[in-house]
């Protein structure tokens, strides 16, 4: 299938907003359940946020859950707000198909998209 699309990224300053945007054209799997990762230069991919079919509800890691808000837009977009940004989360954000219910998040394949950076810096 193809893979999801993200978009969104860009550079800001300590404390500033963005909003990614993950689109997936044709899901794979009837649960639906979306993540979003984050890989930081010279590590590995980990999620930050989850959202399950049930009442589209949300899960996150512990040092994004009062800054990220992650949403379900329409049937086919699943956007994550990240607010008060830390350089700490400066990366690449990757969103995917995931099991629903897991944490740390399991995405079905390894079937990533490009991805979109963030840059949190002075």
């Known amino acids: 299938g193809q893979v999801p699309v993200e978009s969104g990224g860009g550079s800001v300053q300590p404390g500033g907003s963005l909003r990614l945007s993950c689109y997936i054209s044709?899901?794979?799997?009837?649960?639906?359940?979306v993540g979003w990762f984050r890989q930081a230069p010279g590590k590995g991919r980990e999620g930050v946020a989850g959202?399950?079919?049930?009442?589209?509800?949300p899960y996150y890691d512990d040092f994004t859950k009062d800054r990220f808000t992650i949403s379900r837009d329409n049937a086919n977009t699943v956007s994550l707000q990240m607010n008060d940004l830390k350089p700490e989360d400066s990366g690449t954000y990757y969103c995917?198909?995931?099991?629903?219910?897991?944490?740390?998040?399991?995405?079905?394949?390894?079937?990533w998209g490009r991805g979109t950076l963030v840059t949190v810096s002075s």
């Open positions: 959202l399950t079919t049930t009442h589209d509800m």
């Open positions: 044709e899901f794979m799997y009837s649960t639906k359940c």
């Open positions: 995917a198909e995931v099991k629903c219910g897991y944490w740390p998040l399991r995405p079905f394949s390894n079937n």
